[in-house]
T-cell receptor, first 114, second 113 residues
């Protein structure tokens, strides 16, 4: 599992509340990613990070923010959750950090916004 | 925006049959990866193909990368119930994209005993 831990694994929250998902890695890899998975869409990149305090947007970044204050932690925040953000969220790391290297995924965080 | 079209979306077959899953794009990728995902878990990398025309075999699974590096296929010979799962192709962007993945929609494979 490449030492990736996601928390919480399951969460139900109300519309309009803030939510933070945490991704923790134990191997100090530089590149980390947040994806969401929805039926019929595969996985879509939300945000990614290429180092401490270095982050950039993916293809579905609206409504999400991220922070990376330490190499090992990459946080995904929904400032004001909406029902369209009900999804499964996966954190991933890139071993080596360059295209073609192995991407390892965490076990996922199931978020339901009611 | 790069897109990957994966087909078929659903595949239900009997044990022992062969099958092929296709992954097509109008964009060129630096490499293409295939993942398998079990319910309740994250995707797990099966293979990476890098060179146009490349063919890789993993036991009963054969992966091919198109000559123009825009398409790929996954062929499973003599499918077994243990092959059941979600199969995803993903294009890897190179250069300054730091290995970002563009995923196809996925193929849900069910192999019946």
């Amino acid at each position: 599992d490449a030492g990736i831990t996601q928390s919480p694994r399951h969460k139900v929250t109300e519309t309009g509340t803030p939510v933070t998902l945490r991704c923790h890695q134990t191997e100090n890899h530089r590149y980390m990613y947040w994806y969401r998975q929805d039926p019929g869409h595969g996985l879509r990149l939300i945000h990614y990070s290429y180092g401490v305090k270095d982050t950039d947007k993916g293809e579905v970044s609206d409504g999400y923010s991220v922070s990376r204050s330490k190499t090992e932690d990459f946080l995904l925040t929904l400032e004001s959750a909406t029902s369209s953000q009900t999804s499964v969220y996966f954190c991933a790391i890139s071993v080596g950090g360059y295209s073609g290297n192995t991407i390892y995924f965490g076990e996922g965080s199931w978020l339901t916004v009611v | 925006t790069q897109l990957l079209e994966q087909s078929p979306q659903f595949l239900s077959i009997q044990e022992g049959e062969n099958l092929t899953v296709y992954c097509n794009s109008s964009s060129v990728f630096s490499s293409l990866q295939w993942y398998r995902q079990e319910p309740g878990e994250g995707p797990v990398l099966l293979v990476t193909v890098v060179t146009g025309g490349e063919v890789k075999k993993l036991k009963r699974l054969t992966f091919q990368f198109g000559d123009a590096r825009k398409d790929s296929s996954l062929h499973i010979t003599a499918a077994q119930p243990g092959d059941t799962g979600l199969y995803l192709c993903a294009g890897v962007s190179g250069g300054t994209s730091y290995g970002k993945l563009t995923f196809g929609q996925g193929t849900i494979l069910t192999v019946h005993p």
